[in-house]
């Protein structure tokens, strides 16, 4: 889907899906990528080697690319909406790519343009939307981090105390507030634990994050009990009227940002119903190892971030880090396999519904496991989008914008030089 709420009665309807995904061009490519430059399209010495480093020839061939992306970017960006603040498809999406670009490169530059768009961003914000990804939270968190980075303290924690003032509409029983990511609680709660991990973790205090916490999970609560499976599926949620599964709209995407270490959930409600809503969606999984988009839907069509394996994958890894049980491991492995096999999309090579996006979780096993094969995936991924434009896929509604286009793709390409150092923006902590 593009904008996700323009495109929300297609959505629920699932009729945007006549999209397919493109055959892996590297067909067994993985059984002889045992070795260092092991396959044979690829000059010697251009992918990851046999440590897992990524080649400098590789890093050079991505950093040139980058360049040349981000003028095409800038250049595009002139005629994008001046009204969109968001980080999913507006401003604040391309502030926060100049914020990565700098953690990496340590280019003064970078966080001069960041500060550009996210003052740009600040200036329009509507009070709607309390979310990281599409609401005020976006702007007004990266803003903070943006200030901190240059010792702006005032003006940083100015950005802090307006991003607590949302707090009162996500607490608010009466909100008519879903709890998934894009527009819900989930996404607020992003935005709190991604300003302490940035600015440090006395930022935000932990009694507001418990707040939201706990309203997330009261919220889940009574769906579950309404919906009378407490027994089955102690934390339910839905947007819309539907219970989506993928990382966008629906569980997977909620109990990733529960478990967070940050999230500080009490250990008995992570046992007895975090852990029990978790095993529920592993069973909704189809024999190939995808998942569904939502708890009523049969067919196994989706292999995004917003749904399908992509984004489940990211819940699975960590049910692992949490509860340390093998079989968290291995279908989050399955995930991958899916991912390789039918990962190339032709909505194009952005992060929610694109090749960019679902290559993060190859850099996210790999960041786990250590195994080079999840490196030597990504980075095969990377060389899809340095052809970025010529496989012929759709042009997104907003080509340029960090979630559904160019600046995506770059995020993705800065990081897969730097994998142990990588992070899905706005949602990996
Ligand atoms: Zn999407």
């Given at each position: 889907m593009g904008d996700h709420v323009s495109k929300r009665l297609k959505l629920s309807a699932e009729t945007d899906m006549e999209e397919r995904c493109f055959q892996n061009p590297y067909p067994d490519w993985d059984q002889r990528a045992a070795g260092p430059a092991a396959d044979p399209e690829a000059e010697p010495g251009e992918l990851p080697d046999a440590e897992g480093q990524?080649?400098?020839?590789?890093?050079?061939?991505?950093?040139?690319?980058?360049?040349?992306?981000?003028?095409?970017?800038?250049?595009?960006?002139?005629?994008?909406?001046?009204?969109?603040?968001?980080?999913?498809?507006?401003?604040?999406?391309?502030?926060?790519?100049?914020?990565?670009?700098?953690?990496?490169?340590?280019?003064?530059?970078?966080?001069?343009?960041?500060?550009?768009?996210?003052?740009?961003?600040?200036?329009?914000?509507?009070?709607?939307?309390?979310?990281?990804?599409?609401?005020?939270?976006?702007?007004?968190?990266?803003?903070?981090?943006?200030?901190?980075?240059?010792?702006?303290?005032?003006?940083?924690?100015?950005?802090?105390?307006?991003?607590?003032?949302?707090?009162?509409?996500?607490?608010?029983?009466?909100?008519?507030?879903?709890?998934?990511?894009?527009?819900?609680?989930?996404?607020?709660?992003?935005?709190?634990?991604?300003?302490?991990k940035e600015i440090g973790a006395d930022a935000v205090?932990?009694?507001?994050?418990?707040?939201?916490?706990?309203?997330?999970?009261?919220?889940?609560?009574?769906?579950?009990?309404?919906?009378?499976?407490?027994?089955?599926?102690?934390?339910?949620?839905?947007?819309?009227?539907?219970?989506?599964?993928?990382?966008?709209?629906?569980?997977?995407?909620?109990?990733?940002?529960?478990?967070?270490?940050?999230?500080?959930?009490?250990?008995?409600?992570?046992?007895?119903?975090?852990?029990?809503?978790?095993?529920?969606?592993?069973?909704?999984?189809?024999?190939?190892?995808?998942?569904?988009?939502?708890?009523?839907?049969?067919?196994?069509?989706?292999?995004?971030?917003?749904h399908g394996a992509p984004g489940v994958i990211h819940m699975l890894i960590m049910a692992y880090k949490v509860f340390k049980e093998d079989k968290y491991l291995k279908e989050a492995a399955d995930c991958a396999e899916v991912i390789w096999q039918r990962g190339l999309l032709r909505k194009g090579y952005g992060i929610c519904h694109g090749t960019a996006g679902n290559a993060y979780a190859f850099l996210s096993l790999y960041k786990l496991t250590q195994e080079k094969k999840h490196l030597y995936r990504a980075c095969k991924f990377a060389e899809w989008c340095l052809d970025y434009g010529t496989h012929g896929c759709r042009i997104p509604d907003r080509p340029y914008s960090l979630f559904e286009g160019m600046a995506g793709a770059i995020h993705f390409l800065s990081d897969v030089v730097k994998p142990e150092a990588s992070c899905f923006p706005a949602f990996e902590l």
């Open positions: 990524v080649s400098a020839a590789f890093q050079r061939k991505v950093q040139s690319k980058v360049k040349d992306l981000l003028q095409q970017m800038e250049e595009g960006l002139k005629t994008a909406d001046p009204h969109d603040f968001s980080t999913y498809t507006g401003w604040t999406g391309i502030a926060l790519l100049y914020l990565q670009l700098h953690r990496v490169t340590h280019e003064a530059s970078h966080l001069q343009r960041a500060l550009d768009y996210v003052k740009r961003a600040m200036r329009i914000l509507n009070g709607r939307r309390v979310t990281f990804l599409c609401g005020d939270a976006g702007p007004l968190a990266v803003g903070a981090v943006v200030h901190h980075r240059l010792n702006n303290t005032a003006d940083s924690k100015e950005c802090l105390s307006r991003l607590l003032q949302l707090q009162r509409s996500v607490l608010s029983p009466d909100a008519e507030l879903p709890d998934e990511l894009l527009y819900g609680r989930a996404g607020y709660l992003y935005a709190l634990l991604y300003v302490n205090d932990q009694s507001t994050i418990t707040e939201v916490v706990t309203a997330i999970v009261e919220s889940g609560k009574n769906l579950s009990a309404e919906q009378k499976k407490a027994e089955r599926c102690p934390l339910l949620y839905e947007w819309h009227n539907k219970q989506y599964i993928g990382a966008a709209h629906g569980l997977a995407g909620v109990y990733y940002m529960l478990m967070q270490p940050a999230a500080q959930l009490p250990a008995d409600v992570l046992s007895e119903l975090l852990r029990p809503s978790i095993d529920y969606v592993r069973h909704k999984r189809f024999r190939s190892g995808n998942f569904p988009s939502s708890l009523s839907n049969e067919s196994d069509r989706l292999v995004h971030w917003c």
